[in-house]
Nanobody, 120 residues
Framework: VQLQASGGGLVQAGGSLRLSCASS????????MGWFRQAPGKEREFVAV????????HYADSMKGRFTISRDNAKNTVYLQMNSLRPEDTAIYYC??????????????WGQGTLVTVSS
């Protein structure tokens, strides 16, 4: 499975962005898909994950209510809608795929990341 994240950019605090992660591969829609982020000087952290069928989601506590993960398996694409962005959301955002049991703890495939910068 190959993953390509896009949609990052510069946004003012309080604004919104939607990230996309396009996956390729015959069985890509059978994977649970997650979003992670890594801010400068910090460790990578979990953001959200969505089940292969799209019916179940799980978020990091700090993202609940502001971020929404979704997927369109017909387009082999996963989305991360980010609202009410804060400067501390500035990070490189990565998408990842896994076959691990729910709630996944390990991911097998990673995209290259897309940079989100939130200005104050």
């Amino acid at each position: 499975v190959q993953l390509q994240a896009s949609g990052g950019g510069l946004v003012q605090a309080g604004g919104s962005l939607r990230l996309s992660c396009a996956s390729s591969g015959r069985t890509s829609s059978s994977y649970h898909m997650g979003w992670f982020r890594q801010a400068p000087g910090k460790e990578r952290e979990f953001v959200a994950v969505i089940s292969a069928g799209g019916g179940i989601t799980h978020y990091a506590d700090s993202m609940k209510g502001r971020f929404t993960i979704s997927r369109d398996n017909a387009k082999n694409t996963v989305y991360l809608q980010m609202n009410s962005l804060r400067p501390e959301d500035t990070a490189i955002y990565y998408c990842a795929a896994t076959h691990s049991a729910w709630v996944p703890k390990e991911y097998n495939y990673w995209g290259q990341g897309t940079l989100v910068t939130v200005s104050s």
